[in-house]
């Protein structure tokens, strides 16, 4: 978790997001999900307190650079669990305003839109709600990071060798909810005060994916503006 994101959670906004937020056996009625926990005392939650530390320097471009030593698989691993907990507790704050009516396909702006695939259990791309949609993505991205074989935790396990493809496919999907976000609903996220930390959130996010190569320049064509802008000066 980053640090402005614990910072919301002591005033007490992600109390009143769980309020609304669906019971573990209802997946569907709403796509805000449990927090995913990196176990405290392990290399992966001595990384994750790394990160924030070096996030609280302010420098977000030296925050998402390798620790010296460490294992890029394991990195971009922390960092993963990390966003997603981020883009969820974000999206959690405007599900009120995203539903069936406002947002009938998944869009992001008038030029993009999505249709959601996940390979198993839909081989074809269906066209959805963004509602639906997101709630397929995250509930996918949880199966992900929960699967001990793709994302270990314990000390001494191996990575698979398709991790890095399977966090690349991660990252690809969650830009989409930013992107999804900052096209459709960055209006109520400013009437809820949320824009510094959907920014902020966003380029970290933006960062770590451009240190590593982690998604095609093509995918994040419908926020280039934005990215040009909240990255050029950080250069």
């Known amino acids: 978790m980053s640090l402005f ?11 009143h997001l769980l309020s609304f937020s669906a019971p573990l056996g209802n997946r569907s009625s709403k796509t805000f999900k449990p927090k995913k926990n990196i176990p405290e005392g392990s290399h ?19 925050a998402v650079v390798l620790p010296d ?4 698989n394991e990195w971009v691993a922390v960092n993963t669990v990390d966003f997603f907990n981020q883009i969820n507790m974000l999206y959690g704050t ?6 069936e009516d406002s947002c009938p396909v998944m869009s992001a702006g008038p030029k993009y839109e ?7 259990n839909i081989k074809k791309p269906i066209k959805c ?5 997101i709630d397929y993505l995250m509930t996918w991205v949880q199966d992900q990071l929960d699967d001990e074989t793709l994302f270990p ?8 060798k398709n991790f890095m493809s399977v966090a690349k496919t991660i990252l690809k999907r969650l830009f989409r909810v930013y992107a999804h976000i900052y096209h459709q609903h960055f209006d109520a996220v400013m009437q809820l005060q ?17 240190e590593f190569n982690l998604i095609d320049r093509k995918e994040l064509v419908p926020l280039q503006d934005l990215i040009e802008k909240l990255t050029t000066k950080d250069r």
């Open 5 to 15: 994101l614990h910072g919301i959670w002591r005033n007490g906004a992600f109390h």
């Open 44 to 62: 992966q939650y001595e990384l994750l307190k790394h990160a924030e530390a070096t996030l609280g320097s302010g420098n977000l471009r030296m």
């Open 69 to 72: 030593g460490e294992d890029l």
């Open 94 to 99: 405007i599900t009120d305003f995203c539903s």
């Open 114 to 120: 999505y249709h959601w695939a996940d390979g198993t």
């Open 129 to 133: 709600s963004a509602p639906k949609y």
């Open 153 to 160: 935790s314990k000390i001494g396990v191996p990575f698979p």
């Open 194 to 210: 949320e824009e510094a930390h959907l920014n902020t959130s966003f380029k970290h996010f933006i960062f770590f994916v451009q």
